[in-house]
């Protein structure tokens, strides 16, 4: 697995704190990239403008993602500032991990 740190770019938050996502190096491509932060973050991948690479590089092809290395910065840039899109937290069942029946046992 790779992992990279990820946020949402927005320099009126006054913490904005990066998130750890893990990639299958064997599915090393944008699209991969985009769904899984994405994914974490609870943003429409619809309203992501680019994804850069901090301090200021621009991803764009899956040669560019092939090349991160272990915990690199990642940024979100979106198209729309909606505030409510920046504060959605993704419910339980969005989760990769969820399992709705091993949350129903008991022990």
Do not use: W
Request: hydrophobic share 35%; glycine share 2%; aromatic share 6%.
């Amino acid at each position: 697995e790779l992992v990279l740190k990820v946020r949402i770019q927005n320099p009126n938050l006054r913490e904005n704190d990066f998130i750890e996502i893990e990639l299958d190096r064997q599915e090393l491509t944008y699209k991969e990239l985009l769904r899984v932060s994405c994914r974490e973050l609870g943003v429409n991948p619809d309203h992501v403008q680019k994804i850069r690479k901090l301090p200021n590089t621009m991803l764009r092809k899956d040669k560019d993602v092939a090349r991160l290395q272990d915990f690199q910065e990642l940024e979100l840039v979106l198209t729309i500032s909606d505030k409510n899109l920046l504060f959605r937290v993704p419910t339980l069942s969005e989760g990769s991990g969820y399992n709705k029946k091993a949350s129903e046992l008991t022990y």
